[in-house]
């Protein structure tokens, strides 16, 4: 069946201007048989002559074709080299996929941001799947629940009890440098500091991704744009304004997070709601502690002192961890908005949206890293069945994922509502969250609701 968005590159028959590779045998490029779906090449000289653009000069991208044309082709195109980006490089790789990673940042810039903590048991069996879950299984703590207050007292969801699931704490960041490191090993090509990425085609048969590297115009041609380029890239705004949809609701509060050498001060995550506003306790290791107060949205991080931050903290939880946490020095401190966001469909032609490219969920759920881990699971068993001769996957892509996406919507908006202080709630508001927590902490039907939820729903 031919793809209605064009012919693909594994369609593309042998006939003048075309022939057929066996064995891709380059300097610094482990020779690997290529499927000869996988292998048709383009006639040279199919660029507009007018188009001054550099092909991609990195040796390893130039392949020679039997003919002695230099062809310059990815399979996947992956835009943003953040934790779905390079997971999907990974994945794809292992079927003998070719990809490019092309990020905007450094990668110390990448790794330098700090973000989620806590994966669903799906993202650590993927991970685990695409072969880097060696240090996350070493070194993550696997938590069996978490603790729920108000009212500056706490009860506990037992997760494990209640689905027979567990989450694992594991930062972001370890998650990414892990990542990094597998695609150092594997050889992966990920270029940094990428300026002006540009996609084009994506509607057509001949998508194509332009950018400057190095002072240099460059182009890429593929066969599809994988967008992983978080809220603010340029993939999402690929599609026509006539076509795509978008859901909003924006929260008129932010978190302000800090990040400290400290003992966590539970063993579990405490999520608190409170009158003067929610606030998180939760943890990296044994010795660095991460917390989150819900703030204004229009406030930044600059006035609030160490001293503010932990006092805040101390009124907002319960007693007992007040008495018990130990303070220090932050080393990080930022404010992060909250936001609730999908945009339809996820697949537009040869581009798909991946992750914050697609959606953004509020916090509080966890879900975020999760929800694009999930995007990458879908995304990666469509183009490797589209590569076997299937195109249903890619078809079907932007629906299966966002069935799941809308749950995770859903759970997140429901956390964020149940734990937030909404400037409008009044007495009333505030009295129907601490009465719907105290219906959580009576009811195993409720509780067992919230932890399918928060260990994560099957992909
Ligand atoms: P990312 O991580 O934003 O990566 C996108 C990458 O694309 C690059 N980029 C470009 N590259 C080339 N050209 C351009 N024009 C480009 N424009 C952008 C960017 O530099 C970047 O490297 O998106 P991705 O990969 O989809 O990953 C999404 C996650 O980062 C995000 O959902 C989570 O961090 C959300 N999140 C949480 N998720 C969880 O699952 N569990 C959590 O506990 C959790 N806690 C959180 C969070 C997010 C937070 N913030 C800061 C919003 C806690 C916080 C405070
Ligand atoms: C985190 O540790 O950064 C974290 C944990 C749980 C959340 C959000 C963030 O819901």
Redesign the pocket.
């Known amino acids: 069946m031919q793809a209605a968005w064009g012919t693909p590159s594994r369609f593309r028959q042998a006939g003048p201007g075309h022939c057929r590779i066996g064995i891709l045998a380059l300097p610094g490029w482990s020779a690997r048989p290529l499927d000869p779906r996988q292998a048709g090449c383009r006639p040279a000289g199919r660029r507009d002559p007018d188009d001054r653009r550099e092909l991609i000069d990195i040796a390893n991208y130039y392949r020679q074709d039997r003919c002695g044309r230099m062809v310059v082709r990815i399979q996947v195109c992956i835009?943003?080299?953040?934790?779905?980006?390079l997971l999907l490089a990974q994945l794809l790789d292992l079927q003998g996929i070719e990809t490019v990673v092309?990020?905007?940042?450094s990668r110390a810039h990448?790794l330098g941001r700090i973000?989620?903590?806590?994966l669903e048991w799906g993202s650590v069996e993927l991970l685990r799947k695409a072969g880097v879950g060696d240090r996350m299984d070493a070194e993550g703590f696997a938590h069996e629940g978490i603790y729920l207050a108000a009212q500056n007292r706490g009860f506990r969801i037992d997760f494990n009890a209640l689905t027979g699931h567990r989450v694992m704490v594991y930062g972001?960041t370890e998650v990414t440098r892990d990542l990094y490191d597998a695609r150092d090993r594997a050889g992966g090509r990920v270029l940094h500091g990428?300026e002006g990425?540009a996609l084009h085609g994506v509607d057509g048969s001949d998508p194509h991704v332009t950018f400057t590297h190095d002072g240099t115009e460059k182009r890429i041609d593929c066969d599809f744009i994988a967008g992983?380029?978080?809220?603010?890239?340029?993939s999402r705004r690929a599609i026509p304004a006539s076509v795509l949809r978008e859901f909003e609701r924006v929260y008129p509060f932010g978190?302000l997070?800090v990040l400290s050498e400290t003992p966590p001060v539970a063993d579990e995550l405490i999520y608190a709601n409170h009158a003067r506003g929610f606030a998180l306790c939760s943890m990296r290791n044994a010795n660095l502690s991460r917390y989150?107060l819900q703030v204004p949205a229009d406030e930044t991080a600059g006035t609030w002192s160490d001293d503010a931050f932990w006092d805040e903290l101390r009124r907002r939880i319960p007693g007992d961890a007040a008495e018990t946490l130990v303070t220090g020095p932050a080393i990080e401190k930022s404010i992060?908005p909250l936001r609730s966001y999908v945009a339809e469909p996820m697949r537009w032609g040869r581009l798909l949206l991946?992750?914050?490219?697609a959606h953004i969920v509020p916090?509080t759920g966890?879900?975020?890293?999760?929800?694009?881990f999930s995007d990458v699971h879908y995304l990666h068993e469509a183009l490797t069945r589209y590569y076997l001769g299937d195109d249903a996957g890619i078809e079907g892509y932007s629906g299966r994922a966002l069935a799941r996406v809308w749950k995770a919507e859903r759970f997140s908006w429901s956390m964020t509502t149940m734990l937030h202080r909404f400037a409008d709630q009044g007495s009333f508001g505030q009295r129907i969250q601490e009465a719907e927590l105290a219906y959580l902490e009576g009811s195993a039907a409720a509780q067992t609701a919230l932890a399918e939820n928060y260990v994560g729903l099957p992909f």
Do not use: T
């Open positions: 835009i943003g080299g953040g934790p779905s980006g092309l990020e905007r940042r990448v973000r989620a903590g806590v972001q990428v990425v992983c380029d978080g809220f603010h890239g340029p978190w997070g989150y992060a991946v992750g914050d490219a916090p966890a879900k975020g890293l999760n929800l694009a």
